[in-house]
């Protein structure tokens, strides 16, 4: 029901986009929220966003560097991530939660797959 998509290798201090694809059912009265996780570490929260009116949040880590935006038409969330670090080297998931502020894994209800992202120094 949640396809992340758009994962790559980047150089660092560049730019890279992935989304979220969702199908099958409406999550309008949701947020959706993207985390990471890194080799052996622990999936961390990324940011956030109500479905309904666009809401934002971020983790300190990322604000002014990652926006997260929603399309409604096309059912899609996605995260623009600039300037790019090698400590953002991680695998992406999104997920959907019926929790606003929603920062902890246990708070959402469905999860995409993940999307590898590898930002070289």
């Known amino acids: 029901q949640l396809q992340a998509s758009g994962g790559g290798l980047v150089q660092a201090g560049g730019s890279l986009s992935v989304s979220c694809a969702v199908s099958g059912r409406t999550f309008s009265t949701y947020s959706m929220g993207w985390f990471r996780q890194a080799p052996g570490k622990e999936r961390e929260f990324v940011a956030t966003?109500?479905?309904?009116?666009?809401?934002?949040y971020y983790a300190d880590s990322v604000k002014g560097r990652f926006t997260i935006s929603r399309d409604n038409a096309k059912n899609t969330v996605y995260l623009q991530m600039n300037s790019l670090k090698p400590e953002d080297t991680a695998v992406y998931y999104c997920?959907?939660?019926?929790?606003?502020?929603?920062?902890?894994?246990?708070?959402?209800?469905?999860w995409g797959q993940g999307t590898l992202v590898t930002v070289s120094s």
């Open positions: 997920g959907a939660s019926n929790v606003w502020i929603a920062t902890t894994i246990n708070a959402y209800d469905y």
């Open positions: 966003i109500k479905w309904n009116d666009g809401t934002r």
